[in-house]
T-cell receptor
Framework: GAVVSQHPSWVICKSGTSVKIECRSL??????MFWYRQFPKQSLMLMAT?????????EQGVEKDKFLINHASLTLSTLTVTSAHPEDSSFYIC??????????????FGPGTRLTVT | SQQGEEDPQALSIQEGENATMNCSYK?????LQWYRQNSGRGLVHLIL?????REKHSGRLRVTLDTSKKSSSLLITASRAADTASYFC????????????FGKGITLSVRP
């Protein structure tokens, strides 16, 4: 099946610094990727839809200047948390749909990135 | 905003028993999907049911969909300790490369 990877798997940063998280589709090209945020023992909240070659579409309430998304190629989307604060600590997960299997409607998820801001 | 609401929020059963998890949603959908998440990991797709389907099977999984009640159920038969995980239902409103809206999730514990 399609594989999505994320890097890093976990990161600790100091308050005020920026952190970049990468999401890669390893064996397919993804024109669209999705970024989610998940707090402990809670559900996934969609943050934004990342579109290759164009601006990301952010969900209501998500600060686009704080969570910068760049989908520079068909296999890579990045999420940069700028000027991170402790409340940004969370589990960030990306997903993508395989264009060869759109009829299945299935999304393939990365393993997630645990961000801790101290 | 969350679309799906699962119940129960937590379920503990003995290995070999069946586990039934329910999900309700609010708006019309193209399809509904169930995902599994092991602690601290990403999600794995389990099964999808389209809005014009009522029941689907995949191995030990059985999913039903009642669009009139806007509800779905996931049944795991003959549970195993390895089935211990969180389970989420997710609705897809249009199917056309659209976003998924997840429920709050159900924590399933299967005791060996």
């Amino acid at each position: 099946g399609a594989v999505v990877s994320q890097h890093p798997s976990w990161v600790i940063c100091k308050s005020g610094t920026s952190v970049k998280i990468e999401c890669r589709s390893l064996d397919f090209q993804a024109t669209t990727m999705f970024w989610y945020r998940q707090f402990p023992k809670q559900s996934l909240m969609l943050m934004a839809t990342s579109n290759e070659g164009s601006k990301a579409t952010y969900e209501q309430g998500v600060e686009k200047d704080k969570f910068l998304i760049n989908h520079a190629s068909l296999t890579l989307s990045t999420l940069t948390v700028t000027s991170a604060h402790p409340e940004d600590s969370s589990f960030y997960i990306c997903s993508a749909r395989d264009p060869r299997r759109l009829a299945t409607y299935e999304q393939y998820f990365g393993p997630g990135t645990r961000l801790t801001v101290t | 905003s969350q679309q799906g609401e699962e119940d129960p929020q937590a379920l503990s059963i003995q290995e070999g028993e069946n586990a039934t998890m329910n999900c309700s949603y609010k708006t019309s959908i193209n399809n509904l999907q169930w995902y599994r998440q092991n602690s601290g990991r990403g999600l794995v797709h389990l099964i999808l049911i389209r809005s014009n389907e009522r029941e689907k099977h995949s191995g030990r999984l059985r999913v039903t969909l009642d669009t009139s009640k806007k509800s779905s159920s996931l049944l795991i038969t003959a549970s195993r300790a390895a089935d211990t995980a969180s389970y989420f239902c997710a609705t897809d409103a249009t199917g056309a490369n659209s976003k998924l809206t997840f429920g709050k999730g159900i924590t399933l514990s299967v005791r060996p």
